[in-house]
């Protein structure tokens, strides 16, 4: 087994792929998380955290302007207002993903400035590309391009494919 980095620039298609990957596993043995955008009418709103093994989702950002005051912990970055709950949901969601026997497969979308800041999903990332893990299981996350080099660097990672 081994890790795939799916990369690309914003909006590129990298969660189409994933979601492409996923599906052609029929849900076998898989599971993890998507980042999935969110559009009222034709206006990009934000994005909703799926549970790729049962459609669960969680409303994960929202765009500044558009922000009501909905979460309980937010976290202003760039232009989103990210709910903090919706990290530590999908990051449960990695973690039992890694400790459960029957799950060949882990998804991740995605990984960018905020993990390199040691925020969003970083606590995932440790227990998800160790060795071990990656010896049992195949791992998918998705990476924007201004971000592989830096990810690479900071968790240590030596192998992998590159899926662009």
Do not use: W
């Not at 999935?36 to 206006?43: A, F, L, P």
Request: with cysteine; charged share 30%; hydrophobic share 40%.
């Amino acid at each position: 087994m081994m890790l795939t980095i799916i990369t690309g620039e914003i909006g590129s298609g990298k969660t189409a792929r994933m979601l492409e990957i996923f599906h052609g596993l029929k849900g076998k043995g898989a599971d993890g998380i998507a980042s999935m955008k969110v559009n009222r009418d034709t206006e990009f709103e934000g994005y909703d955290l799926m549970r790729l093994a049962n459609g669960e989702r969680k409303r994960l950002a929202v765009r500044k302007p558009l922000y009501i005051g909905e979460f309980e912990r937010p976290l202003f970055y760039d232009q989103f207002v990210f709910d903090t709950d919706a990290f530590l949901f999908g990051t449960g969601v990695v973690t039992a993903a890694i400790d459960d026997p029957t799950v060949e497969h882990i998804f991740l979308d995605e990984i960018g400035p905020l993990e390199l800041e040691g925020k969003g999903f970083h606590a995932a990332l440790g227990p998800l590309f160790k060795d071990e893990v990656k010896e049992k299981k195949q791992v998918y996350v998705c990476v924007r391009d201004s971000c592989v080099e830096p990810v690479i660097t900071k968790y240590g990672i030596k192998s992998y494919v590159l899926l662009r």
